[in-house]
């Protein structure tokens, strides 16, 4: 990954300069997102200030940005088709009450379950959607009002103002970092289309492609209160309840994923639950003010973080800046030429993506690869939180086939003649059947030890197949001693058989489920 990032402290006057650029990389996306929700673009601009300020006065990870995003968008899109934007209102007030309820039970540390190579395909898979969504800037519509690609004169500008962005971004830096690089292209860019009158489409012209609305525009009014327009019956919840534990889980999974991120970007660490609780308060909010909800958004996270936004002044700048351009300055941002965005989030794609994951593919185990490989396109075919379950599902599959090849055990026959078995590595439900090939029982001793100062007992399929064991001994009229078998799997012993002789000599303190350390 390309090291866009400066690892500075808190600046007031960065946070204000980098809030600034995240505003105007801000109103294109919630009118995007707005509109492929099926809503109103004021119902996303009004959510992407809401969320954005409230994370960033509340959240766990200062410098992170919120607001309205893609992966909430195709959610609700379903849902506002079938039911309308009423019950979508009831959905979101929903997604926001399940995820203050994931901060309060802490149920935010379960982000650290996320393997590495997962998080590698996320960023990647990110990367490319990002990248992607960018190109329907590269259309524009005919005579007919249908949409096809730029081509000649229109294409070369389109294409010269981009380069021209990613240039100032990548250049300055190396001159001055007292301003943001990505707010001075977004300026100079503007200034040059304005003033040398370059026919380029700006975001005013992108907002009345996308409604066919040719008065369309960007100012608008404070969101006002509103409770949705929902029977309170058990056939509302029937309806909102899936989409609401839907978006909930996604919300969360994006904003933690984006969290840890920043956490190495910046080389400090959020607090993962206080962030969920701010993410829900935010939605429950957006509930009752008639605004669509979001989560954290990894785009304009970058853009912050590499303009050295670092405090929650960036976030909430961003939010203010942003409600700010609705009420009084639509005129001013809507002459900010699209290419000026197309750039910065061109850089940000660059920033974002992996890079050192392509050049380890042949360093790392073939199904960490695949794994990589397998979450980037499924966050591009479906959608992030589809992603990371199946990274995280195919990676435990893969640590369980190894580990069940793990176990073994080294016999010896004692002075008593008891037959002993030292066991090595983990019992659990994937080395069950290894397990029980280990054992002789028709040639055995009438006395057989099973020592488990060395192995780990996991989970029950380990205590039934301990289990199991005794009861091939017993049929044979010959006893099975376990020695050194912790406590917490004494007592599942105790209730899943009673068929085995337990002889405790000085147990390891350990536990069978490591949750008093989660």
Known sequence: MFDLTAKTGFSPKTDILSGLTVALALVPEAVAFAFVAGVDPLVGLHAAFIVGLITAVLGGRPGMISGATGAIAIVLVALVAEHGIQYMLAAVVLMGVLQVGAGVLRLGKFIRMVPHPVMLGFVNGLAIVIFMAQLSQFQAPDASGQMHWMSGTPLYIMLGLVAATMAIIHWLPKLTRAVPASLVAIVAVTLAVQVLGVDSPSIVDYLRTMSGDADATLRGSLPAFWIP????????????????????????????LTLTLVDELTETRGRGNKECVAQGTANIVCGFFSAMGGCAMIGQSMININSGGRGRLSGITAALTLLAFVLVGS?????????????????????????????????????????????????????????????????????????????HA?????????????????????????????FDPRNDPEQVIVEFEHARVSDHSAIEAIDSLAERYLKLGKTLHLRHLSPDCRKLVSKAGRLIEVNVLEDPQYHVADDALA
């Not at 790392?364 to 490989?373: E, G």
């Open 331 to 407: 005129s001013i941002i809507e002459m900010v030429p699209v290419a000026a965005l197309v750039g910065v989030m061109f850089m940000v794609v660059i920033g974002t993506f992996a890079w050192s994951s392509l050049s380890i593919m042949n360093k790392v185990p073939a199904t960490d690869v695949l794994v990589v490989i397998l979450v980037s396109a499924v966050t591009v075919l479906t959608d992030l939180a589809v992603a990371v379950f199946v990274g995280v599902i195919v990676s435990a599959l893969v640590f369980a086939w190894k580990h069940a090849k793990v176990i």
């Open 229 to 256: 327009e929902v029977p309170f019956s058990l056939e509302t919840l029937r309806i909102v309840l899936p989409y609401g534990i839907i978006l909930a889980a996604v919300g969360l999974i994006e904003s933690l």
């Open 410 to 438: 080294i016999s010896h026959t004692d002075a008593e003649g008891a037959k002993v078995y030292s066991l090595r590595g983990p019992l659990f439900f994937g080395s069950c059947k290894g397990f029980g090939d280990l």
